[in-house]
Nanobody, 124 residues
């Protein structure tokens, strides 16, 4: 079964850190661009970051630049999102998704695979 599985979400205080993981099973991520997206209650889904598994190309939303870092481990078939200096507005369900086209990841459209998400809550 081809799937992406996110993990690492939880409750953290403002200013804290979390590391999310996106593990693929049933297929290799190597040909893909993997992105993280989030959706807060009552808001539309927004793109957070993308990374090419073949190159070192990355992309970040302005709202997370300097605080979040996306990385990959091809051997583990996994992508990570290190989130530091978390703010209450970072809360939401975080999803990872994969596409073979970088611009699709940036746009958040026509992704080939989606995970089911992991919840991040930032609150004191």
């Amino acid at each position: 079964q081809l799937q992406l599985v996110e993990s690492g979400g939880g409750l953290v205080q403002p200013g804290g850190s979390l590391r999310l993981s996106c593990a693929a099973s049933g297929f290799t991520l190597r040909p893909y661009v993997v992105g993280w997206f989030r959706q807060a209650p009552g808001k539309e889904r927004e793109g957070v970051s993308c990374i090419s598994m073949n190159t070192y190309s990355t992309n970040y939303a302005d709202s997370v630049k300097g605080r979040f870092t996306i990385s990959r481990d091809n051997a583990k078939n996994t992508v990570y999102l290190q989130m530091n200096s978390l703010k209450p507005e970072d809360r939401g369900v975080y999803y990872c998704a994969a596409s073979t086209v970088f611009r699709r990841c940036v746009a958040g459209d026509e992704m080939d695979y989606w995970g089911k998400g992991t919840l991040v809550t930032v609150s004191s």
